[in-house]
């Protein structure tokens, strides 16, 4: 088994990394360090990560190394920009999910749409996306806010998130080569966008891949 942390700021990032996992990564244990009052802190503070929460992620990535994992996924997007500096404080390979997927993206299309939920998370993704720019190459980008979704999925109205997300990535459909639902809990949208004739990437899938194969590289096999 290879068994991988996801730290997570919000709850609503569990049962689709957990579902994403059960269907296509068998050999995969999941172990889940959760604070969700780091995603609280962000919100309260206009989406800027203070050095006290970075301190936050800092003691999760350590003790989820402390309880010998071998890879450490971030969930939680408003931590994406500062991923490099994260993975320094692991002994295991550490990827952010967004970070993962929006790269994949980057590489492969020429013009994308991008959904959010999580309002600090707009300045994130626009961190992200500058810096695949200069990592990979020019990209068209058509950022937007899923509004509702978010206090939608707190209460457990998924039906509502779920509706809100797919609304918002059909408005994209018709201007982008491919859609990227940036945070975990989008992936109960995709069900509702079959239909659309661009690629739709969620998170959990892409970026649980990768992550295995740079710890499968590191173990040599």
Known sequence: MIKIAVISAARVSLAPIEQTAAQ???EVQLVHFVD?????????????????NLCRMVSLIRNA??????????????????????????????????VATLENAVATYNKIGVVVTFEPTLKSVGAI?????????????DIRLAEGAFDAA??????THNKTVADC????AGSCEAIILTQMSHLGALPLLSDLQVPVLTTPAVSL????DRINARKGK
């Open 154 to 159: 707190a209460r457990g109205d998924a039906d």
């Open 129 to 141: 996306l500058n810096r695949c720019r200069e990592k990979i190459g020019p990209v068209h980008a």
């Open 169 to 172: 990535a059909r408005s994209l």
């Open 65 to 98: 190394n402390d309880f010998g994992v071998d890879g450490v996924l971030l969930s939680c997007t408003i931590f994406s920009p500062y991923d490099e500096l994260l993975a320094e404080f692991s002994e295991s390979p550490l990827i952010a999910a967004d």
């Open 24 to 26: 296509h990564f068998p």
């Open 209 to 212: 891949g990768l992550l295995i």
């Open 36 to 52: 969700e009052a780091m995603s609280l802190i962000a919100k309260r503070d206009g989406g800027v990560i203070s050095p006290s």
